[in-house]
């Protein structure tokens, strides 16, 4: 089955630093990018960045550049998704999504479950 | 705010034709980059329902069409039924002297009367 398989929720506080996962099984993993998108309670979609698992070839909105690390390792089909100093705004459900070329541009075909994500002192 | 403009809500009754639209700008829609459109069920991960403008993933139904012109985007649902009660976003490119990449709309939350 083509899937992603992202890690489970984490409960954090201001400051600790996080990793979160994405695995991807049933394609191949390094052909395809792997985008983050953030869910803030109530509110839309927002790109986060973009990483191609081949190369590792990583693109981050200009609003989460600095913020979060992307990252993948393609020997385990996984990509990660990190903070190094949480902040309570953080807290969010986390979306890793495939990322399929379109004519200039991606759209996402196909996306894990989420992470939630909850900052709380 | 959004780069992308979606209405909040629209709302129909079953059977009916609702449209929701996405309004963008020269630096994204109207530039030619693509528009893509996904559905979010309560609770649940984000679908993808259109992709490039107007095509279909396989397993959506027909029902479900996109279309593009200018700087918007639409997307029309027909035959409204209650399990298409959901939130549908756009998406696109923008590229600007800000920065470049991918941006959603806000959201539009379908009710299905």
């Known amino acids: 089955e083509v899937q992603l398989v992202q890690s489970g929720a984490e409960v954090k506080k201001p400051g600790e630093s996080l990793k979160i996962s994405c695995k991807g099984s049933?394609?191949?993993?390094?052909?395809?990018?792997i985008g983050w998108v953030r869910q803030m309670p109530g509110k839309g979609l927002e790109w986060m960045g973009i990483?191609?698992?081949?190369?590792?070839?990583?693109r981050y909105s200009p609003s989460f550049q600095g913020q979060v690390t992307i990252s993948a390792d393609k020997s385990i089909s996984t990509a990660y998704l990190q903070w190094s100093s949480l902040k309570a705004s953080d807290t969010a459900m986390y979306y890793c999504?495939?990322?399929?070329?379109?004519?200039?541009?991606?759209?996402?075909?196909?996306w894990g479950r989420g992470t939630l994500v909850t900052v709380s002192s | 705010q959004s780069v992308l403009t979606q209405p909040p809500s629209v709302s129909g009754a079953p059977g009916q034709r609702v449209t929701i639209s996405c309004t963008g700008s020269?630096?994204?829609?109207?530039?030619?980059?693509?528009v893509h459109w996904y559905q979010q069920l309560p609770g649940t991960a984000p679908k993808l329902l259109i992709y490039?403008?107007?095509n279909r993933p396989s397993g959506v139904p027909d029902r479900f069409s996109g279309s593009k012109s200018g700087t918007s985007a639409s997307l029309a649902i027909t035959g409204l039924q209650a399990e298409d009660e959901a939130d549908y976003y756009c998406?696109?490119?923008?590229?600007?002297?800000?920065?470049?990449?991918?941006?959603f709309g806000g959201g539009t939350k379908l009710t299905v009367l």
């Open positions: 999504a495939r990322g399929e070329m379109a004519t200039r541009d991606w759209y996402f075909d196909l």
């Open positions: 049933g394609y191949s993993f390094t052909s395809y990018w």
């Open positions: 990483i191609y698992p081949g190369d590792s070839d990583t």
């Open positions: 020269s630096s994204n829609i109207g530039a030619g980059y693509d």
């Open positions: 490039g403008n107007s």
């Open positions: 998406q696109s490119y923008d590229s600007s002297l800000s920065g470049s990449g991918v941006v």
